[in-house]
């Protein structure tokens, strides 16, 4: 240890008297990173700008700062950037520059992550939907047409990127190459190799280049390179020499790092809401700062998958709108009793930085807004569907049909009389991954990925069966991440095939925000009270006057209601799903409320509001709730905290 400081203090004289220009690199003689020529180690939290709203970047890393850390950790999602082909976007949410910027103004180093493929519990692991063009790609991998992807979005990305990198007077201090590439099956050094060039050839030779793998031998054997640094992830509990030592056994010299130490876990629909001690991780955080090391803790801020950004594991189990993640801020920005331990631990090994911590930010209940029914899916097809239907015989993909998120509405009639209940079935459980069926009006029942392969119908010939199939969003890890959405395979009806679809591509947050959606026809079929038809349902509120500080955020609660999609004034706020849980509450940010013009909700519910027998109503909340679990089934198969990974 004395040797090591030794080693870098002289470093730092020998620096300060030349004037050397700003730098950052690894110090492989005294183990440890090199910044402007002095010893550097750093603690850092991360925190995924594209889930929070950019109004509040400046709050979350202002807090995080305030908690004693002088770097943090970023993700760049590639899809959130590229939705199609060659149409970039990096403005408003989107603008990475800015989220720098403001990181560095602070006071804060970066850690950039930009991919390609980064997991996150992100649809498809931040890889663009439109990749699956090309039906038997194979991601992640050397395949031609995936490195032709890559290369032209890096030759976009990357040069962005390099006025902000350390020795260019910028905040990046290294940049991770690929994201845990070692727990992937593929094991492609060649494409790994191909990546470091790339990122070499835009970013310069003097950058400092790493991989993250699981602290374990067989992790890191795929996982790593020459020529990019080796770090290694694991949570509270693990045992930290051990984990360490498996990062030595790629990197014999060299500082260590923790790039993802779990202060949290994630959820998925269905199980319980994952919760880790604050006593634990300040006990390890202690354990990991003590023997020298450079961390990262994952996550600082967990934030919120807005819209359909939320991944999923497999077995197919998808992640919840929230990603509060139990993590030291909440899901709304908000200090916790696991934020005030982080620091305390902090302050023994940094000097804290001085002055008051940004409050949480004050919330507001808006109370109760009666929801009026407006026409289902199946009524407002015309005005949802801007590009027409497609016809063919078999049932196409959201890829096919050029979608990448959302619904689509699958339609097609009986073949046969069915004068008796007749299954309709997907016998190679390719419905992506949940339906919403009805014959002629009336619904009839839902066929849900792994869950539910088979409704009974019935109906004469002729009848039109409408299936809605929703996304709920792509698999982030593993060999399964080419995860086509739709009808994936072919519907049968009895012993038959369903042939001779119509489908509608639905363009629903248009159509939403451009309030393109009528009220009910009082000619539609009544119900049968156990499902109704995926309908829309809206209603307003006015943000009182006299009372200081409005908007404030707020959480938005659907009793009774259960499972969709919620807006307010066009915003996607992300999917609801009280009757499987562990989320009850939506977090609506301020931002996208207005003082000038009353604030529309507008729910999609696809299997039945508790305004089809009469009046009915959502709530604003004060309180998150992100632990109801109601109904719990989803079995954990990724690896918690990695501690039965070493060796
Ligand atoms: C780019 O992204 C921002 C933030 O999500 C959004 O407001 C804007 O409409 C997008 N621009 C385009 C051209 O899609
Ligand atoms: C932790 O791992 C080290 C190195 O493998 C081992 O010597 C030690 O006994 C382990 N500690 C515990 C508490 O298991
Ligand atoms: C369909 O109906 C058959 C015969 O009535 C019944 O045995 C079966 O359980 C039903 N299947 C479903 C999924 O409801
Ligand atoms: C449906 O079945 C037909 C005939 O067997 C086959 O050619 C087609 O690929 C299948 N479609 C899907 C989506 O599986
Ligand atoms: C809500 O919708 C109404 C009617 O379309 C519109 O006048 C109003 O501006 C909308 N409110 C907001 C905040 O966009
Ligand atoms: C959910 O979390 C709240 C707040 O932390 C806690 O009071 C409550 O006991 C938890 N409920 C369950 C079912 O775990």
């Known amino acids: 240890m004395s040797l090591l400081r030794f080693g870098c203090v002289l470093l730092l004289l020998f620096g300060h008297s030349l004037g050397v220009p700003r730098s950052f690199s690894v110090d492989y003689k005294n183990d440890c990173f090199q910044k402007d020529g002095k010893e550097f180690r750093y ?46 976007n990096f403005s408003g949410d989107r603008d990475v520059e800015y989220f720098l910027k403001l ?62 990198l350390y020795q260019n007077g910028g905040p990046i201090i290294t ?34 280049l790493f991989t993250t793998d699981g602290a374990g031998l067989g992790y890191l054997k795929c996982g790593s390179i020459q020529d990019l640094y080796a770090t290694v992830d694991f949570g509270p509990g693990a045992n930290v020499t051990a984990a360490f030592d498996a990062q030595r056994h790629a990197e014999p010299h060299g500082p260590l790092v923790n790039s993802e130490f779990y202060t949290g876990w994630l959820d ?4 319980h809401h ?54 030291p801020l909440t899901e709304a920005g908000d200090l916790t009793e696991k934020y005030f331990a982080i620091r305390e631990v902090i302050k023994m090994y940094r000097k804290i930085p001085e002055g008051p911590i940004p409050p949480t930010t004050p919330k507001y209940a808006y109370g109760t807004v009666v929801m009026e029914k407006l026409q289902t899916i199946s009524d407002a097809l015309e005005k949802l569907s801007f590009s027409g239907p497609v016809k063919s015989i ?22 046969v009389d069915c004068s008796t209940p007749t299954p309709l079935s997907s016998p190679l459980n390719g419905v992506h991954d949940r339906a919403y069926v009805s014959v002629d009006g009336v619904a009839v029942g839902i066929l849900e990925r792994n869950k ?122 992300g999917r609801y799903w009280p009757s499987r849980g562990p989320q009850v509450t939506v977090f609506v940010p301020a931002n996208i409320l207005s003082t000038a013009a009353p604030n529309n909700v507008t729910v999609l519910e696809l299997e039945g509001a508790p305004c089809d027998s009469g009046p009915c109503s959502v709530e604003f909340t004060t309180t998150p709730i992100l632990n109801a679990t109601v109904q719990s089934d989803y079995k954990q198969h990724r690896r918690l905290f990695a501690k039965d990974d070493l060796f």
């Open 43 to 88: 603690i850092s939290g991360s925190i995924h700008y594209s889930r929070i709203p950019r109004v509040y970047w400046k709050d979350r890393l202002l807090k995080m700062y305030m908690a004693g850390l002088n770097a943090i950790q970023t993700y760049i999602p590639w899809n959130y950037h590229e939705e199609s082909p060659g149409r970039y």
């Open 103 to 164: 990181a560095q103004d602070i006071g804060l180093v970066v850690i950039l992550r930009p991919g390609p493929y980064i997991c996150a519990e992100w649809d498809m692991g931040g890889l663009p939907a439109w990749l699956l063009n090309k039906k038997d790609i194979v991601l992640r991998s050397s395949d031609p047409d995936y490195i032709a992807a890559v290369d032209k979005w890096m030759g976009k990305l990357l040069p962005i990127l390099k006025p902000y």
């Open 175 to 208: 940049v991770q190459v690929e994201n845990e590439y070692g727990s992937y099956f593929a094991c492609d050094y060649n494409y790994l190799r191909h990546l470091s060039k790339l990122f070499r050839s835009h970013l310069g030779d003097e950058v400092v």
């Open 268 to 271: 998925h629909w269905g199980s």
């Open 274 to 327: 994952s919760v880790v001690s604050s006593t634990i991780v300040a006990k390890s955080l202690n354990e990991i700062l003590a023997v020298g090391a450079n961390v990262n803790l994952y996550m600082f801020i967990g934030g919120t998958n807005f819209g359909y950004w939320n991944g999923a594991n497999a077995p197919y189990g998808p992640q919840p709108t929230s990603y509060d993640y139990d993590a």
């Open 394 to 415: 078999y049932p196409q993909t959201f890829t096919e049909l050029n979608q990448a998120f959302g619904y689509v509405l699958y339609r097609t009639a009986l073949p």
């Open 452 to 573: 539910a392969i088979t409704v009974n119908v019935t109906g004469k010939a002729g009848s039109q069966v409408d299936i809605l199939v929703e996304n709920m969003g792509r698999i982030n890890y593993g060999r399964e991440i080419n995860d086509f959405k739709g009808l994936v395979s072919n519907l049968t009806l009895g012993k038959d095939t369903l042939l001779g679809w119509t489908m509608y591509s639905l363009s629903i947050d248009e159509a939403v925000s451009q309030g393109l959606l009528g009220e009910l026809k009082p000619t539609d079929a009544p119900q049968p009270a156990a499902l109704s038809l995926p309908a829309f349902y809206e209603g307003s509120f006015i943000i009182p006057d006299g009372i200081p500080d409005l908007p404030q955020d707020t959480y938005i609660k659907l009793p009774k209601w259960r499972k969709g999609q919620v807006w307010i004034n066009g915003f996607n706020l």
